[in-house]
């Protein structure tokens, strides 16, 4: 959780892999690094155990370039299919019990400022939506309404993908799974409705078409929960395998859907807004001065 238990004690080198070495020598720890720039630095996910062509793990690989610190980070997911890649990036990941991630990302962050006063950590959760917005339902909104500092992002893929096709709370009205064999009898819930009535700062919903707003989205998610309050994130990643979307056209479906139905959407407070202009302009002063010298 810091860059020196990132870096190689002198001596050992010769006998790291070469692909933490790369990790460590270009990785994306201690600077900024934009989704423009992918392949010229080593991410911290390349290699998982998703299915081919998974909207789902694209939309994770772009969120972590898009986290401000890697380096200050740990995520919390749960049972999911979320979970198979999250654990496989170099940022340290824990598994909550089903439904209780938002209560265990509550008691890490508070732990976490009282032992690095200091250093801020960050806390995300991104689990599925069977994780928070229906076995999760009541961790997630009694966070949301205690004001706690950090992160949820919910991995929408409108089903229980990783458990057989049950359909969950996000699934649309009238969808026929395999588990759902008369179709689903009510609505999707609304969570950006709750997220709204519980006084959420930053508030965002998205698909993955463009991957440039997936990591600018992440990040100011990420800087508004430090300072403001709870931010949350709901993204369209649809499930291939349950939905039978052939891997070629799983782009096509997420372009389709974001135009029917999951537009790009942005909430946020006028708390959040002033302080990210604060960030801003702390930034151009800093860069000027650094010009200056």
């Known amino acids: 959780m810091s860059l020196e238990t990132l870096r190689i004690a002198p001596g050992f080198e010769s006998y790291m892999p070469k692909e933490y070495v790369d990790l460590v020598e270009r990785g994306p720890y201690g600077r900024d690094v934009k989704v423009s720039e992918l392949g010229t630095f080593k991410e911290v996910l390349e290699e998982h155990p998703m299915c081919a062509g998974c909207a789902m793990t694209l939309f994770i690989r772009v969120a972590l370039i898009g986290l401000p610190c890697p380096e200050h980070t740990v995520i919390l997911g749960t049972a999911g299919c979320g ?23 509550s008691g890490l962050k508070r732990g976490l400022e009282i032992r690095f006063p200091n250093q801020t950590k960050d806390v ?76 959420v700062a930053y508030i965002a919903r998205l698909a993955p078409t463009n991957p440039t707003r997936i990591a600018n989205v992440i990040r100011k998610a ?16 649809s499930c291939n395998i349950e939905y039978a979307i052939p891997t070629p056209k799983v782009m096509d479906d997420a372009r389709a859907v974001e135009k029917d139905r999951y537009g790009f959407m942005e909430i946020i407070s006028d708390e959040a807004k002033a302080y990210l202009e604060r960030i801003e302009q702390e930034k151009k002063s800093k860069a000027k001065a650094v010009a200056g010298t």
């Open 222 to 237: 990420v800087l508004i929960a430090r300072e403001v309050g709870p931010t949350y994130v709901q993204a369209y990643t």
């Open 124 to 199: 995300v959760v991104m689990a599925g939506d069977g994780g928070l917005s229906d076995i999760g339902f009541s961790c997630v909104m009694h966070s949301w309404f205690r004001k706690e500092k950090f992160t949820t992002v919910m991995l929408d893929n409108e089903v229980y993908g990783n458990t057989g096709g049950q359909e969950s709370g996000m699934t649309n009205k009238g969808m026929v799974l395999k588990m759902a064999p008369f179709g689903k009898k009510f609505e999707k819930m609304d969570m950006i409705g709750l997220a709204k009535t519980a006084g």
């Open 83 to 105: 979970r198979l890649a999250l654990s496989q990036a170099s940022i340290p990941f824990i598994y909550g019990n089903y439904g209780d991630t938002n209560g265990v990302a």
